[in-house]
């Protein structure tokens, strides 16, 4: 038996209501550029939108005219999506609240995950949208899922409860030592302040 290995997300597709609302949510609210656009092609009743993230993947929406935007809660029965998580550069997320609020959207406010700062609201159909900014940038040739498994591993041998700012730091510092050689003889902290 092998596995089916996966290298990253293809796209999520969701089902939306009518094309309008699709658009002013993904592209109006949140700047995904809508880059392609076609019928569903199982059901051509529907439309397929598709819009760009920000890393060239895609989130393509389900569209009806027929539907109307539903502002309930998503089920979060087994096996439904609880939310999407969005990246957003710590400018944007500065600006987050503020954005929110100018248009009126209910908000959770900034919420401190240790590794990373969010944000959450609803979309117009009711499902939870977070807005995640992340509290470092991974060493060059490194990923953040790369640093957070070294946090991880970090946090527990510690006995601590979650990953914490000093977790990130101390899992960057150990993944540079791995990755990058030094011609001194000792990598330990020194202290040049001491002569």
């Not at 908000?107 to 009711?126: A, C, N």
């Amino acid at each position: 038996m092998r596995k089916l290995q996966v290298q990253g997300v293809h796209h999520i597709t969701l089902t939306g209501a009518d094309r309008q609302t699709s658009i002013d949510f993904w592209e109006g609210v949140l700047g995904m550029p809508f880059v392609f656009d076609q019928p569903n092609l199982d059901d051509p009743n529907q439309g397929h939108l598709y819009f760009d993230p920000g890393d060239g993947r895609l989130i393509t929406i389900f569209t009806n005219e027929d539907r109307t935007a539903v502002h309930d809660r998503t089920p979060m029965d087994p096996g439904c999506v609880h939310h999407l998580a969005f990246n957003v550069s710590a400018a944007s997320f500065a600006q987050a609240v503020t954005r929110l609020d100018e248009r009126g959207i209910k908000h959770s406010g900034v919420k401190d995950r240790g590794f990373m700062d969010s944000i959450y609201f609803k979309d117009p159909l009711g499902l939870l949208i977070e807005l995640a900014s992340y509290k470092f940038f991974p060493p060059e040739g490194s990923t953040h899922a790369e640093v957070l498994l070294e946090a991880h591993r970090i946090r527990v041998a510690r006995g601590d409860y979650n990953i914490a700012e000093e977790h990130l730091a101390d899992a960057i510092e150990l993944i540079v030592e791995r990755r990058t050689d030094t011609l001194s003889d000792s990598r330990a902290p020194a202290d040049p302040y001491r002569r």
